[in-house]
């Protein structure tokens, strides 16, 4: 079973940053594609960003040129950097793995708020 766990999540003010991390067990990392996604309080999870196993990325529109997405297989390792943030991107993050099955982390929350 693939295990994922996020961590970097908090409270910041708008106009700050945060770098989420998501560590995932197993051997098979670099095949995976990765993705985070995030759960606001009475709406849908969205896809926010996401990388292929060869590096290849995605954005969701209202998160473009503020965030980034990247990868170190070496680590197991999947990276959310989060910059310019805006109250409208509070929400739980969720990290997902996919290859052929979907596996989910746990999420971690963000909140910008003054």
């Known amino acids: 079973q693939v295990q994922l766990v996020e961590s970097g999540g908090g409270l910041v003010q708008p106009g700050g940053s945060l770098r989420l991390s998501c560590a995932v067990s197993?051997?098979?990392?670099?095949?995976?594609?990765m993705g985070w996604y995030r759960q606001a309080p009475g709406k849908q999870r969205e896809m926010v960003a996401g990388?292929?196993?060869?590096?290849?990325?995605n954005y969701a529109d209202s998160v473009k040129g503020r965030f980034t997405i990247s990868r170190d297989n070496a680590k197991n390792t999947v990276y959310l950097q989060m910059n310019s943030l805006k109250p409208e991107d509070t929400a739980v993050y969720y990290c997902?793995?996919?290859?052929?099955?979907?596996?989910w982390g746990q999420g971690t929350q963000v909140t910008v708020s003054s």
């Open positions: 990388i292929t196993s060869g590096g290849i990325t």
């Open positions: 197993g051997r098979a990392f670099s095949m995976y594609a």
């Open positions: 997902n793995a996919n290859l052929l099955v979907n596996f």
